[in-house]
């Protein structure tokens, strides 16, 4: 089993910056990946980033690359999610998400995190 807790979250103006941070507790080492997804007012949950535990390894959908970064400290079971140049369609709630990912194809699956935080909300206004 493992816990997530989201922090960082807030209320920026576009262009801003935020940094997010998802802290991992339990058996952490049993997990393969962590990523974190998003989902704005009236739309479904999409994948933004994810990092292999492994090999460290990063995927990002296409909205956000060149302005999302997500690092890893293992040390402290700690995944970041370094938000850049945000934008107000930028503006949802974000979960951190940990889980089994064995394959390149499915690190943007949903299905494939078992590990759920309680979602951070980031507000990106214009």
């Known amino acids: 089993q493992v816990q997530l807790v989201e922090s960082g979250g807030g209320s920026v103006q576009a262009g801003g910056s935020l940094r997010l941070s998802c802290a991992a507790s339990?058996?952490?080492?049993?997990?393969?990946?962590m990523g974190w997804f998003r989902q704005a007012p009236g739309k479904e949950r999409e994948f933004v980033a994810a990092i292999s535990w492994r090999d460290g390894n990063t995927y990002y959908t296409d909205s956000v690359k060149g302005r999302f970064t997500i690092s890893r400290d293992n040390a402290k079971n700690t995944v970041f999610l370094l938000m850049n140049s945000l934008k107000p369609e930028d503006t949802a709630v974000y979960y951190c998400?940990?889980?089994?990912?064995?394959?390149?194809?499915?690190?943007?699956?949903?299905?494939?995190?078992?590990?759920w935080g309680q979602g951070t909300q980031v507000t990106v206004s214009s």
């Open positions: 998400a940990a889980g089994y990912p064995r394959y390149t194809t499915d690190y943007g699956i949903m299905r494939k995190y078992d590990y």
């Open positions: 339990g058996r952490t080492s049993s997990t393969y990946a």
